[in-house]
């Protein structure tokens, strides 16, 4: 099963963004900031194929620099609602998406699977 973290301070964003990649086979698990996500990765054995990250939120930068010198192929997915700030090894970056959009969902999902496929 393909694991997906996502690293989102928006609670309904990362309800919405698990339940859809949920519903599509994916295995998520949520964190809300990156201190967070950093406890999970120190007791989660598993492989990690996509975080999922607001940029803006203090600590990612530093997260995902951790993440790859444990899981170096791991691919990392920016929000992108504004202009990027500088992260390492972001693989690509895709607008917030709409949770009232239907079409919004399927494009994430679509974005999702290219960029693991592609991977």
Same mark, same amino acid.
């Given at each position: 099963?393909?694991?997906?973290?996502?690293?989102?301070?928006?609670?309904?964003?990362?309800?919405?963004?698990?339940?859809?990649?949920?519903?599509?086979?994916?295995?998520?698990?949520?964190?809300?900031?990156?201190?967070?996500?950093? *406890?999970?990765?120190?007791?989660?054995?598993?492989?990690?194929?996509?975080?999922?990250?607001?940029?803006?939120?203090?600590?990612?930068?530093?997260?995902?620099?951790?993440?790859?010198?444990?899981?170096?192929?791991?691919?990392?997915?920016?929000?992108?609602?504004?202009?990027?700030?500088?992260?390492? *090894?972001?693989?690509? *970056?895709?607008?917030?998406?709409?949770?009232?959009?239907?079409?919004?969902?399927?494009?994430?999902?679509?974005?999702?699977?290219?960029?693991?496929?592609?991977?």
């Amino acid at each position: 099963m393909t694991t997906v973290l996502i690293l989102v301070d928006d609670p309904g964003l990362v309800f919405w963004l698990a339940e859809l990649l949920g519903s599509a086979g994916y295995e998520t698990w949520p964190a809300l900031r990156a201190p967070e996500a950093a *406890a999970f990765m120190q007791q989660f054995t598993g492989k990690i194929d996509l975080l999922i990250v607001n940029p803006a939120q203090p600590g990612v930068a530093d997260f995902i620099e951790s993440l790859r010198q444990s899981q170096s192929n791991v691919r990392v997915l920016a929000l992108s609602d504004h202009e990027l700030p500088e992260l390492p *090894a972001v693989n690509a *970056a895709l607008g917030r998406p709409d949770p009232t959009d239907q079409n919004s969902g399927m494009k994430w999902l679509s974005a999702v699977d290219q960029l693991l496929v592609c991977h």
